[in-house]
């Protein structure tokens, strides 16, 4: 019997302790009950482990991939060469920035947008759309332009993108065969 009001009591703390419809501890403090010795047809006046059937958890629909602006790779860690297709001012809005990405990503699909703000490499106050490579200097970045037929610099730029101002200069310009600016980074 002692068993039995002890059961009783784990179980009505349990049930005090959690959010009320949350089916996942319910079953665990259900299972938990059972495992203790307790019985669901005990004749004791001890509270059960449950006395409603459980309401349906919602089905949850899988997120959608962004196919949008919203699926921007974001280049990750500190310093590293992409290949800057073109600037729009940050005052231009997001709209523009969406309709000018579409455009871009008609010729290079996995083309993305950082904000310049975040990047002490940019010049501040821009979307800077570009493609993330990898590419190990700025001539392999205007190396995947002309390829793809962005052979001007306002159609795409070797950027050394990093959170350092110093290496602002770090600007290769096309042609890719016969680049100039800084196309290299010194260690």
């Given at each position: 019997?002692?068993?039995?009001?002890?059961?009783?009591?784990?179980?009505?703390?349990?049930?005090?302790?959690?959010?009320?419809?949350?089916?996942?501890?319910?079953?665990?403090?259900?299972?938990a009950v059972g495992a203790a010795g307790g019985s669901a047809t005990s004749t004791s006046s001890a509270p059960t482990a449950?006395?409603?059937?459980?309401?349906?958890?919602?089905?949850?629909?899988?997120?959608?991939?962004?196919?949008?602006?919203?699926?921007?790779?974001?280049?990750?860690?500190?310093?590293?060469?992409?290949?800057?297709?073109y600037s729009e001012p940050l005052s231009a809005g997001t709209a523009a920035r969406d309709r000018r990405l579409a455009r871009?990503?008609?010729?290079?699909?996995?083309?993305?947008?950082?904000?310049?703000?975040?990047?002490?490499?940019?010049?501040?106050?821009?979307?800077?759309?570009?493609?993330?490579?990898?590419?190990?200097?700025?001539?392999?970045?205007?190396?995947?332009?002309?390829?793809?037929?962005?052979?001007?610099?306002?159609?795409?730029?070797?950027?050394?993108?990093?959170?350092?101002?110093?290496?602002?200069?770090?600007?290769?310009?096309?042609?890719?065969?016969?680049p100039t600016g800084r196309c290299t980074r010194d260690r």
């Open positions: 019997m002692a068993a039995v009001l002890a059961v009783g009591a784990a179980t009505a703390l349990a049930l005090t302790l959690h959010a009320p419809g949350d089916e996942k501890k319910d079953e665990t403090t259900a299972g449950r006395t409603t059937p459980p309401s349906p958890t919602p089905k949850r629909t899988p997120t959608p991939t962004p196919t949008g602006p919203e699926a921007s790779p974001t280049p990750v860690g500190d310093g590293r060469w992409i290949a800057q297709l871009i990503r008609e010729s290079v699909p996995e083309a993305g947008f950082v904000r310049s703000d975040d990047y002490a490499s940019l010049r501040p106050g821009y979307w800077v759309f570009y493609a993330p490579g990898p590419f190990a200097d700025g001539r392999a970045a205007l190396a995947f332009c002309a390829e793809r037929g962005r052979t001007t610099v306002n159609g795409c730029i070797g950027r050394y993108l990093s959170t350092s101002p110093t290496d602002f200069v770090l600007q290769c310009r096309p042609p890719a065969a016969n």
